[in-house]
C-alpha cells in the first residue's frame, strides 16, 4: 500500500437519501481508507441504518446529542489493525498498525462551537499530547479559525481571543497545522455580498513525529457539496524512499519544549536511518 487516504466531512445532518447517494459517490471518486463524519445530527436507529447503507464492514461513533455534535469513523479492516485509544463527546482517537508493524495515532475531531466545551477538548488533546509517542494525525471540525485571515470579512471583538487560545492549546500540544490546497474556506454561508459569511473551521494538525515519518502528507479541501462545509481529504505518502518532493519543511517554535526533540533529530540524522 502505498497510499492512505482521509475523508473528513462536516455533514451537518446525514439522515436523507441525498446524503447517503453524496457520501457514496465522494467515496467511489476518491477512495478514502477511513471516513470521518461530524455533526450528523442523528444517533441510535436512524444512525445504524445510514451506517449499515454505507458498506464500510468497521466503525465507532460519538452519538450526536439532539441535533449537536457526534463523530463518526468508518474504515476497511483489510489492510490496518485498529484499535480505540480514547474517545469522548468531541473526538474518537485510534491507533492503527500496519502490515509492517509500524503504528500511528488518528484522532477524528468534532469541536463544539462554544467555546467553553472547546477549551475542554483542547485540554483533552493537551493531555493526550503528553503520553502518545507514535505518530499523531487529527482532522476534522475544529470549529476554530488560528488567525484572523481564516474568517471573511473584519474581525469581531473576540476573534483575535478566539484565536490565540486555539493556536496556545495547539502549541502546547506541540501540534503544527498541515496546510491545505483547494479553497481558502471550508465553511461557508451566504450568497448575498451582505450576509456572506466563510472560515477555515476544517484541517488536519500532526505531531512532530508524523512530521518526520510522513513528510509527503497533504491536505486538499474538496468542493463544497450537500453540507455547506467542504470535506477535506488528507493523503498520506506510506512507501520511504519514494521520488516525490517534500513538502516544505517548517519547524515549529512549540517543538524546542518536546521531550523527544533530540531523538527524532538523532534518528533523522543517524546514516542507517533512511529519509
Known amino acids: 500500500m502505498d497510499k492512505l487516504k482521509i475523508f473528513s466531512w462536516n455533514v451537518g445532518g446525514a ?39 454505507l458498506g464500510f464492514p468497521n466503525s465507532i461513533r460519538v452519538e450526536a446529542e439532539g441535533r449537536m455534535g457526534g463523530v463518526w469513523v468508518f474504515w476497511d479492516a483489510g489492510v490496518f489493525s485498529v484499535e480505540l485509544f480514547s474517545a469522548c463527546t468531541q473526538q474518537i482517537s485510534l491507533r492503527v498498525s500496519q502490515p509492517t508493524g509500524s503504528s500511528w495515532m488518528l484522532t477524528a475531531v468534532y469541536a463544539s462551537p462554544r467555546m467553553s466545551e472547546q477549551s475542554r477538548l483542547w485540554d483533552s488533546i493537551v493531555a493526550q499530547s503528553h503520553y502518545i509517542d507514535i505518530p499523531w494525525l487529527l482532522t476534522g471540525g475544529f470549529n476554530a479559525i488560528s488567525s484572523p485571515d481564516e474568517k471573511s470579512g473584519p474581525p469581531k471583538s473576540n476573534t483575535l481571543r478566539r484565536c490565540q487560545v486555539f493556536t496556545d492549546r495547539m502549541n502546547l500540544a506541540e501540534l503544527v497545522d498541515l496546510g491545505f490546497s483547494g479553497p481558502k474556506y471550508t465553511w461557508s454561508r451566504g450568497d448575498q455580498q451582505q450576509t456572506y459569511k466563510a472560515s477555515r473551521l476544517d484541517r488536519s494538525l500532526c505531531n512532530l513525529r508524523w512530521n518526520t515519518s510522513y513528510p509527503n502528507t497533504s491536505v486538499v479541501h474538496l468542493p463544497r457539496f ?27 517554535a512549540a517543538w524546542l519544549t518536546n521531550d523527544s526533540l533530540q531523538e527524532v533529530v538523532t534518528e533523522s540524522w543517524n546514516p542507517s536511518c533512511p529519509l
Do not use: M, Y
Not at 471518486?29 to 444512525?47: K, N, T, W, Y
Not at 453540507?227 to 515549529?252: A, W, Y
Open 15 to 53: 439522515g436523507s437519501k441525498a446524503f447517503s447517494r453524496a457520501l457514496k459517490l465522494a467515496i467511489q471518486s476518491h477512495r478514502p481508507d477511513f471516513v470521518v463524519l461530524q455533526e450528523p445530527q442523528i444517533s441510535g436507529e436512524a444512525a445504524n441504518r445510514v451506517c449499515d447503507r
Open 226 to 252: 450537500h453540507s455547506d462545509h467542504n470535506p477535506i481529504l488528507t493523503t498520506v505518502e506510506l512507501q520511504q524512499g519514494h521520488q516525490s518532493l517534500p513538502r516544505q519543511f517548517k519547524f515549529e
